[in-house]
């Protein structure tokens, strides 16, 4: 049975929802920082991209982890506790606001979609989507990028202009916008969070079969060191931000990824867990703006978490 509490925060969650209607498309143009990511997508053999381009659009694009983009195998070390905001500083989003404008060449459904995920993190979270009003600074600019396609993001805040792209739905299949979720994994990314199966401690919770990785994408499987690795959470199996079992896989009875623990399952992309949404509020300083916020996200986290 639902607790009241529970009730309270659905009517919430509806009121919020009417009191933000759609924002109208903006007509100044868009234009993209491509020049910037050509240079960090991996040039694969032809095979291979053909390959890649039957797989799921948030493996196909290419690029370092799948999905991240601006990430060479250097920086990737460099970078790869983007969660640590006390080492990258600029890397967060200012005041947890976040300016995005949607790209009106997406449908009004595949808007409404993006809209969906972004106001279901702004909900359980303190992040504050906002339209761009086309003077802010650093926005993002949700954009369904053709080359490379598919579902990727820098991680955090990377400055200017900072493209996320979310392939629309084509005859092939959804896509990135069957539903909210990968937009949410994508604006996850470019809140600053990485892959949960990239934490140093992951051999304790997943077996990574490597003979059934395609070969070019081991790295895609690359941990943190444990040096450098903070987190405050437990390792998280329903991580929106989380591999399935058969990214990068070789074939259909080729598993990549296999739970430790026997009932865990991995790579759900519905929402938030529940740690998902600590991880973000804790990252964005939520919990220490006033009690009664620490309360609210908390009970969002709680009852809303995956
Ligand atoms: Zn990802």
Redesign the pocket.
């Known amino acids: 049975m639902m607790h009241c509490s529970g009730l309270m925060l659905i009517v919430m969650l509806v009121a919020y929802s009417l009191a933000s209607p759609l924002p109208k498309p903006m007509p100044f143009p868009e234009i993209s920082s491509l020049s910037f990511l050509q240079k960090s997508v991996v040039d694969y053999d032809r095979n291979v991209q053909l390959n890649l381009k039957q797989a799921d659009p ?1 493996v196909s694009p290419g690029m370092w ?4 983009a601006g990430l060479s195998f250097d920086t990737y070390y460099t970078w790869r506790l983007g969660l640590r905001f006390e080492v990258f500083p600029e890397r967060r989003w200012k005041n947890a606001t976040v300016p995005y404008h949607i790209s009106h060449k997406y449908s009004s459904i595949d808007r409404e979609t993006i809209q969906t995920a972004l106001y279901t993190i702004g909900l359980m979270t303190c992040i504050d989507f906002v339209p761009y009003d086309g003077d802010a600074e650093d926005y993002l600019l949700i954009w369904p990028v053709e080359e490379p396609a598919g ?3 820098f991680i955090g805040r990377t400055g200017g202009q900072q493209v996320l792209s979310l392939q629309p739905p084509d005859s092939q299949g959804p896509k990135c916008l069957g539903g909210p979720g990968k937009a949410i ?2 604006t996850l ?1 470019a809140l600053g969070i990485f ?1 949960e199966q990239s934490r140093a401690d992951r051999d304790d919770y997943v077996t990574l079969n490597r003979e059934n990785v395609i070969k070019p994408f081991l790295h895609n499987f690359a941990k943190q060191s444990l040096v450098n690795t903070t987190y405050d959470f437990e390792y998280d199996y329903a991580s929106i ?1 989380h591999y399935g079992t058969h990214f990068f896989s070789a074939g259909k009875d080729k598993p990549t990824l296999v739970p430790k623990r026997r009932d865990a399952r991995i790579g759900q992309r519905d929402g938030l867990s529940r740690t998902d949404c600590y991880k973000v509020n804790k990252l964005y300083g939520c919990f220490e703006r006033s009690p009664y916020e620490k309360l609210k996200y908390e009970s969002f986290c709680d009852i809303l978490g995956l």
């Open positions: 948030e982890e799948g999905d991240i579902c990727w993001s994994h994508e990314h892959h931000m």
